[in-house]
């Protein structure tokens, strides 16, 4: 059966990249004796996949994995074990059952990704991105060069913004993400900051939150699972 | 929350920052109000390096159970933080606590070879520590060496207040102690290091001195305080079964070169290979007891949820109970999708057979450690490894499906000649040829067989630490007589060979035998910019040159003339069981050609059977 981990990656681990969150994980997984199933072959290893890498540096309330169980085991004993195990920095959230299909599972389905921007070290936003968000996001098309490994090419980044918005707790956005139209929040402030010709500070970025697309608009990952009793 | 030591700006411009900020699974954190000693454990190495090695691991699991006692991790910043620390005065902290190392009151640094002695003063000075002893304040930690090259501690005399010289697991408890009173009874800094002076294993080189002869030999080494013993005796572990082991070692979040659980089955080696330091340092051979093992295997693995586990010791084919705990370790582990790695096994059917188990033959190579080409240069060394057995092994390993080897070969042994060298050519070509004789339907495609030398380098305490070094273009010149070897066999298209640095192993030789003296070339060569010298993209062979010649210390002196009989060695002060009598006895059966018994089939009376222990006293009680 398949399952969906939800977790948050806060505090000191925001300094583990995305390869050694997955080295994380699958030993954690035979610490809390998870009963994950391992492909075949002659060095087996854990059904595992990642949804949206997250950058080193970055924190995150809403990280996502896919695996598949041997067996059954009730969502709450599955993560109070996993969080048995867990240092500081990492903290399971949800075990869900998903869909067995394989077109619901792993990266592909990942279309949207909630983020919330702040001033590094402050909580708080700078002041010109009250006064100028508004206008920045009336702009019919913001062109920036976007570096490819093999190239550099302009693209319009604006349809890609979903939604943006300064909140108590920071800046708000809501970006396409996913195999198709990814865009980083980093592109999105650099654009920000060199229409309103300011100098970039350090900034710190937060995920909240990613999701799948369906008929009737985005679902978050988790919801597309139920809990095992 | 925990607050690291570095700002975010320096933590995400350097590479891996995950090498400082600590917070890995199973590193054990303490409250500050209920800790009375502060411990910093180096390794001055990167993290990954650092993080690899066993002996830290255990003891600061041996340090965090005693009461009052916290110990944490130091690994040498990369040369990317080292910058910034320096430019933007940063201290050097503890990973755990990230505190600043100056605070601490011990900063203990394992020294496992010789090419780490400059990340040493790295980790002093990053720190605010002095790099002299004789420059420390009341406010400074003591600075305490240990591990193998502590065994010859003369060239690092000047920058560590103490040396523990044995196996950790011995004395600490009493050395912790004797600070505590001396604290308590308002005592100095010297008052602690005469104090510890006295504790048995604990070497403070301030209280010693040393007389030099006209020819630069040494003419005296002795105590210069009252009560302080001549002779610093090695500690050692007997009871192996009664000694702590980590049952929680730590996790790192990034890969680390041994990103594995170890299990250390043994301690010293039977074979008394005459080039082998650790073969002499970690007599008598002593085994732990397999059930034991079998439970710290399965502790470890599910406390750190590592995929593999490793075998530890140094020839794990003379382990008594190997086949019952690998076959324990197969029925563990094979179920779970965890590997078993098992280095240092004589390629025999039993080991081929478990490694098919337990490893992909098309992808594994085999290694065998010949060290020498010709049978006569292997009894020069007392490497019972015969010509036949490597053959057979290699044979049957072909056979079972496998088409890699690997071969390790020393060069600039005591007695070589032409022929000795150009041997390890032939022998590589005979592996090979043993390859083709198996019909073309049942191979595997072409063989692959990699030789590798290193050159030589006699140790303290061994039988070979009498004989002379060469110099770079002589090591030069052996490697290509070696090459050209090569390229005459039959089979050079199924042949590799590959040689180790030469300009490493003349620095190397001068460190592992030097003196006092050479203490001074290390602080220059440091002050010059030299660190990460095991690193060759950081290696400065020239500035080391200059660092020599402007401290007045002579290459030659060192590496390049074979030591008398009646020299006094800069570690002569030491004792570590294995007399010096028998020492020079194997050098002379080395002379002669003259292979000795291992110690299960005869004892040759080394001298460690005083302690009554391990293979001393196998079937003897």
Not at chain 1, 20 to 48: E, L, N, W
Not at chain 2, 334 to 357: C, E, H, T, Y
Not at chain 2, 525 to 546: H, M, P, Q, T, V
Request: negative net charge; charged residues 30%.
């Amino acid at each position: 059966m398949k399952v969906r981990i939800k977790f948050r990656k806060y505090g000191i681990l925001r300094f583990i990249g995305h390869l050694d969150v997955m080295r994380y994980f699958q030993k954690a997984m035979r610490r809390a004796c998870i009963p994950i199933a391992f492909t075949g072959g002659y060095s087996p290893h854990m059904i595992m996949s990642f949804a949206q890498p997250l950058g080193i540096g970055l924190t995150s309330d809403g990280e996502y994995m896919d695996i598949e169980l041997t067996e059954s085991i009730p969502s709450d004993r599955a993560v109070e074990a996993l969080n048995a195990v867990m240092t500081e920095g990492m903290e399971v959230v949800s075990f869900r059952q998903i869909s067995d299909d394989k077109k619901s599972s792993g990266m592909t389905i990942v279309a949207a990704a909630d983020y919330l921007v702040t001033v590094r070290g402050t909580d708080t936003v700078a002041a010109f991105w009250r006064e100028k968000l508004e206008d920045f996001l009336a702009q019919p098309s913001v062109l920036v060069m976007k570096k490819t490994k093999r190239s550099e090419k302009e693209m319009d980044i604006r349809p890609l913004i979903y939604q943006a918005a300064v909140t108590e707790n920071g800046l708000f956005l809501k970006l396409a993400a996913g195999s198709a139209d990814n865009l980083k929040p980093d592109l999105v402030m650099d654009a920000f900051y060199d229409w309103a010709g300011m100098s970039r500070e350090p900034l710190h970025f937060h995920r909240l939150e990613l999701f799948a697309r369906t008929e009737d608009g985005f679902i978050t990952l988790e919801d597309a699972g139920h809990a095992i009793r | 929350m925990r607050k690291l030591a570095l700002d975010d700006e320096i933590l995400l411009k350097i590479e891996k920052p995950a090498r400082y900020i600590g917070g890995e699974v199973n590193s054990v954190m303490k409250d500050r109000d209920e800790i009375d000693i502060r411990f910093a454990m180096c390794f001055p190495d990167v993290y990954e390096i650092g993080m690899s090695h066993l002996g830290i691991q255990i003891l600061y699991d041996m340090f965090n159970r005693m009461e009052g006692v916290w110990c944490e991790r130091v690994y040498s910043p990369w040369t990317d933080l080292d910058a910034v620390m320096r430019e933007e005065h940063i201290p050097l902290f503890a990973l755990e606590s990230q505190d600043p190392i100056k605070d601490f009151d011990f900063l203990g640094v394992t020294i496992q070879y010789e090419m780490c002695y400059t990340n040493i003063l790295q980790v002093l000075d990053l720190s605010g520590i002095p790099l002299l002893s004789s420059e420390r304040g009341e406010d400074c930690p003591i600075v305490i060496g240990g591990g193998p090259c502590a065994y010859n501690p003369e060239p690092l005399a000047d920058f560590f207040d103490l040396f523990y010289i044995g196996e950790g697991e011995t004395v600490y408890r009493e050395l912790l102690d004797v600070y505590r009173r001396n604290r308590r009874e308002g005592g100095t800094r010297r008052d602690f290091l005469v104090r510890a002076a006295r504790i048995e294993g604990i070497y403070v080189p301030s209280l010693y001195s040393a007389t030099y002869k006209e020819d630069g030999t040494i003419a005296s080494f002795e105590p210069t305080e009252p009560g302080v013993p001549a002779v610093v005796r090695k500690q050692v572990v007997m009871d192996m079964s009664k000694t702590t082991y980590p049952e929680r070692p730590i996790v790192p979040f990034i890969k680390v070169t041994q990103d594995r659980v170890v299990l250390e089955i043994q301690r010293g080696c039977i074979r008394g290979c005459r080039f082998c330091q650790a073969g002499m340092l970690y007599r008598p051979t002593r085994e732990r007891d397999v059930e034991t093992l079998k439970e710290y295997a399965r502790l470890m693995l599910e406390n750190t949820g590592h995929e593999e586990i490793s075998l530890s010791s140094l020839s794990s084919s003379d382990y008594s109970q190997l086949e019952e705990l690998v076959n324990f370790l197969i029925d563990e582990c094979s179920a779970k999708g965890i590997n078993i790695s098992l280095p240092s096994l004589r390629i025999d059917a039993f080991s081929l057979d478990v490694m098919s188990k337990v490893q992909d033959v098309k992808k594994s190579s085999l290694t065998f450690a010949p060290e020498a080409g010709s049978q006569r240069m292997r009894d020069v060394i007392n490497k019972g490894l015969t010509e036949e057995d490597i053959l057979t092994g290699a044979g049957q390993a072909f056979e079972g499906g496998w088409n890699k080897v690997k071969l390790y070969f020393m060069l600039g042994l005591p007695t070589e000649e032409k022929e000795d060298m150009e041997a390890i050519a032939v022998l590589a070509d005979k592996v090979a040829r043993r390859y083709y004789e198996i019909p073309k339907d049942r191979r595997n495609g072409k063989c692959q067989i990699t030789a590798s030398s290193s050159f030589f380098i006699p140790k303290p305490f061994t039988p070979f630490q009498w004989a002379r070094m060469y110099s770079n273009e002589e090591y030069i010149a052996r490697a290509a007589i070696v090459k050209h070897a090569f390229q005459d066999q039959l089979n050079r298209k199924s042949l590799k060979y590959n040689w180790h640095d030469a300009e490493v192993t003349v620095l190397e030789g001068v460190l592992a035998r030097g003196d006092r003296r050479v203490g001074h070339a290390i602080l220059e060569a440091y002050r010059s910019g030299c660190i990460y010298d095991a690193w060759s993209e950081n290696f400065d062979y020239e500035k080391w040159l200059e660092a020599f010649e402007k401290t007045g210390v002579d290459i030659a002196f060192y590496n390049e003339r074979e030591r008398g009989a009646d020299e006094i060695f800069p570690w002569d002060f030491i004792d570590i069981g294995v007399t010096k009598q028998f020492l020079r006895r194997e050098w002379e059966r080395a002379m002669k050609g003259e292979v000795t018994p291992n110690c299960r089939q005869q004892c040759s009376g080394c001298g460690v059977a005083k302690w009554k222990g391990g293979v001393c006293i196998e079937g003897k009680n």
